[in-house]
Every structure is written in structure tokens, then in C-alpha cells.
T-cell receptor, first 117, second 116 residues
Framework: DTGVSQDPRHKITKRGQNVTFRCDPI?????LYWYRQTLGQGPEFLTY????????KSRLLSDRFSAERPKGSFSTLEIQRTEQGDSAMYLC???????????????FGAGSRLTVL | EDKVVQSPLSLVVHEGDTVTLNCSYE??????LLWYKQEKKAPTFLFML????IEKKSGRLSSILDKKELSSILNITATQTGDSAIYLC????????????????FGEGTQLTVNP
């Protein structure tokens, strides 16, 4: 297992277009997170899944954003009708959380950088 | 709303210097505090702290949590140019009705530059 993989690494699109990012987590991890990071800021939480269930969504996540994790493995994050303000690094992270409460250390992917022209 | 504040936001030092990075937080149902290092790509995990007063060490890096003051520090001794990075502090809180944490709330990060 090579860690958390994200694709594409870079995406340049025109305003109004739709984009989709894919994340493949570490295979034994049951939790998957999406964060957004802009220059000079820390990562901002967008949403997370436990297996295939989307358990929490940030208020930052507008109706144009949708995330899925259909089989509890990889996840996709789609942004519809992109705006220039969507330009950011989209980070995916995964972790394992068992039935007994324990450390929830996230392992991050390298990110997908979106530029909206 | 959970809040994490880091200081300083930016720091420039010379190789060999010792630095202290600060993190303070306001969170309901605190569970843990984590430090990450971010170079030009993914944040990489450094430390997780759950108990006050117990220092975690890894080589020249060390960190400690003060739950009374709602803060943590990250120390780096004998800095090297390879320590140049953004250091992120994140806090994990228990969600309502959960026995385990969910999201991490990150601070803005401290941009550390170590000059030769």
C-alpha cells in the first residue's frame, strides 16, 4: 500500500465547468476525509465518511459540492459550476477508527490543486 | 465553533537556532491535539497529545500539551534547513453522541524558514 492517492494532481478549468477529484485511501482505513487548503491557511474541513456513510458535512460545503464513497473504498469530490473562489488544494485523508475509541491520526494524500480561470 | 490559533504565523531563523511554536485552542469535548509538518505537499504526522504535561519527543522535535491553558508548544532544537516547512496544529473533538473523534480543526500554521 503506497498511502493515500489523489487524482488528478493538478486541474485547470474555466469558470462554470464541473470538476471531479478522486481519492484512494489506505486500504484498511474506514474513515475518509476531504479538506480544502488555500495559500497561507491551514486545511479546512469539508466532509468525512465512515465506510460508505457520509457522517458530517461542513457549512462551507455549498450545494455545488458533492462527495461520494459508494463502496466504502475510494471517494470522489465533485464541484459543479466552478467559481474562481474554488481555486485551492483539495486534500484527502484517511484513518482507521475501530469500535473502541482510539487515536484518530489522519494520513493525508498529496492533494489535488484546482485552478479556476 | 472549534477554534485553533497558532503563533507566530511566520518565523525566520538561522541553522542551529532553537524555535518554539505555539498553538492555542477553544474546543468543546477536546480529545487530542496533533502536530503536522507540511512541506510542498501533504501534511505529515508528527505528534499526537492527549494528556497534559507529558512530553513527546522525536529526535530534535518535542511537544507538550497544557490542558489547563488550552495550549501546546512544539520545540525544535538545533534547527536545520530541512526543517523549513509549515507546521500545523490540529485539534480533535468528540462529536455529539460519538465515542470517537471525527474531524480535525486546523490552525493557520506557522511558516518556518531556516536559513543556512
Amino acid at each position: 500500500d503506497t498511502g493515500v492517492s489523489q487524482d488528478p494532481r493538478h486541474k485547470i478549468t474555466k469558470r462554470g465547468q464541473n470538476v471531479t477529484f478522486r481519492c484512494d485511501p489506505i486500504s484498511e482505513h474506514n474513515r475518509l476525509y476531504w479538506y480544502r487548503q488555500t495559500l497561507g491557511q491551514g486545511p479546512e474541513f469539508l466532509t468525512y465518511f465512515q465506510n460508505e456513510a457520509q457522517l458530517e458535512k461542513s457549512r462551507l460545503l455549498s450545494d455545488r459540492f458533492s462527495a461520494e464513497r459508494p463502496k466504502g473504498s475510494f471517494s470522489t469530490l465533485e464541484i459543479q459550476r466552478t467559481e474562481q473562489g474554488d481555486s485551492a488544494m483539495y486534500l484527502c485523508a484517511s484513518s482507521y477508527q475501530g469500535a473502541r475509541a482510539g487515536a484518530n491520526v489522519l494520513t493525508f494524500g498529496a492533494g489535488s490543486r484546482l485552478t479556476v480561470l | 465553533e472549534d477554534k485553533v490559533v497558532q503563533s507566530p504565523l511566520s518565523l525566520v531563523v538561522h541553522e542551529g537556532d532553537t524555535v518554539t511554536l505555539n498553538c492555542s485552542y477553544e474546543v468543546t469535548n477536546f480529545r487530542s491535539l496533533l502536530w503536522y509538518k507540511q512541506e510542498k505537499k501533504a501534511p505529515t504526522f508528527l505528534f499526537m497529545l492527549t494528556s497534559s504535561g507529558i512530553e513527546k519527543k522525536s529526535g530534535r522535535l518535542s511537544s507538550i500539551l497544557d490542558k489547563k491553558e488550552l495550549s501546546s508548544i512544539l520545540n525544535i532544537t538545533a534547527t536545520q534547513t530541512g526543517d523549513s516547512a509549515i507546521y500545523l496544529c490540529a485539534v480533535e473533538a468528540l462529536g455529539i453522541g460519538e465515542t470517537s473523534g471525527s474531524r480535525l480543526t486546523f490552525g493557520e500554521g506557522t511558516q518556518l524558514t531556516v536559513n543556512p
